[in-house]
């Protein structure tokens, strides 16, 4: 069974850089992408972005100013930075692997149980 | 990008009754790429469908989804207590981003 657990600081204050990791068990994380997916508060889901070991990364243009992201797979890991957080970067942000079929992929059919993110000083 | 309205924004049923909630795409989705999840408070997203109408792994088969093109439908027959709860559908159509609906809130 696939698993992913976020982690990463519950409070960030303004314009610094957040960073998050998820870890990844029974998976080896080769044959997916893995993404990141943020809600904030009462609100609706926002994709962030994603990222393969091999290298390909799709940020969402929204954010690709402000993002870095990346993947290593003898780690079991991948990984979120966010630079220049502000109060409406407030959100739990999970992360998820990128389902894939009959060529298609995009869809997200594993996810970790998210972490809220609070910005604030 | 490719915007997502769902319908209605809450709907109001009761167990064992139909519930049918409907996404509508700005733009054609190639090769019916879109998924649809349920979400539970304080859980995250749960994937009930993908490819407009394959059930994910350990869905029940009261839930299916079914459209084409631009216009979707989620369709939970029978309704079970569990069932009430937030969803979404989802778009992985576009070469530029992936993008949500709003969500229909589905309430006993």
């Known amino acids: 069974q696939v698993q992913l657990q976020e982690s990463g600081p519950g409070l960030v204050k303004p314009s610094e850089t957040l960073s998050l990791t998820c870890t990844v068990s029974g998976d080896s994380m080769r044959n997916n992408h893995w993404t990141w997916i943020r809600q904030s508060p009462g609100e609706g889901l926002e994709w962030i972005g994603r990222?393969?070991?091999?290298?390909?990364?799709k940020y969402n243009p929204s954010l690709e100013s402000r993002l870095t992201m990346s993947a290593d797979a003898s780690k079991k890991q991948f990984s979120l930075n966010l630079k220049s957080m502000t109060a409406a970067d407030t959100a739990i942000y999970y992360c998820?692997?990128?389902?894939?079929?009959?060529?298609?992929?995009?869809?997200?059919?594993?996810w970790g149980q998210g972490v809220l993110v609070t910005v604030s000083s | 990008d490719i915007v997502l309205t769902q319908s209605p924004g809450t709907l109001s049923l009761s167990p064992g009754q139909r519930a049918t909630l409907s996404c509508w795409a700005s733009?054609?989705?190639?090769?019916?790429?879109l998924a649809w999840f349920q979400q539970k408070p304080g859980q995250a997203p749960r994937l009930l469908i993908y490819g407009a109408s394959i059930r994910a792994t350990d869905i029940p088969d009261r839930f299916s989804g079914s459209g084409s093109g631009t216009d979707f439908t989620l369709t939970i027959s029978r309704l079970e207590p569990e069932d009430f709860a937030v969803y979404y559908c989802q778009q992985y159509g576009s070469a530029v981003m992936y993008t949500f609906g709003q969500g229909t809130k589905l309430e006993i």
């Open positions: 998820a692997r990128i389902g894939t079929y009959s060529g298609t992929f995009g869809y997200f059919d594993y």
């Open positions: 990222v393969h070991t091999s290298g390909d990364i």
């Open positions: 733009r054609n989705l190639p090769k019916n790429r």
